[in-house]
């Protein structure tokens, strides 16, 4: 059960690596107007700030994630993170829907929903292996 807390930890950080990748399009639109949203960062560069902030975190978080242990304040910590940034994806759908890229706000909270159910489960286990106090 360990191998697989292990797994799911590092199919998380994975995730969130990946997706910090989105950080050279959006600063690429952001400075010099390329991609879908580029126009519109150009014109208003301060816009890309909440993304362009969002993206280093992920990876962040990720790199963490790919070095934690599979205990149960890891997975925790996990539910937060996913928490987090699939909200902020919810209160920012706009920006989704603005850039053309639907599809990817779709996919990318979908995934953020999908990691809080299995580091859940996965820190429902834990516990459950964890010695009791005595």
């Not at 816009?47 to 362009?52: D, Q, R, S």
Request: glycine content about 10%; charged content about 10%.
């Amino acid at each position: 059960m360990t191998a697989i807390r292990k797994t799911i930890l590092r199919a998380d950080a994975i995730f969130l690596i990946v997706a910090g990748g989105g950080f050279a399009a959006d600063l690429l639109s952001t400075y010099f107007g390329a991609g879908d949203v580029g126009l519109a960062l150009v014109q208003a560069p301060l816009a890309a700030v909440g993304a362009l902030g969002a993206y280093p975190i992920a990876v962040i978080f990720g790199v963490l994630l790919w070095r934690a242990e599979p205990v149960r304040a890891w997975h925790l910590s996990a539910v937060a993170i996913h928490g987090l940034l699939g909200t902020f994806n919810l209160i920012f759908w706009p920006t989704f829907a603005a850039a053309g890229r639907l599809a990817v706000g779709c996919i990318t909270t979908m995934l953020h929903g999908i990691f809080v159910a299995l580091q859940l489960s996965a820190a429902h286990a834990a516990a459950a292996r964890a010695p009791r106090p005595v």
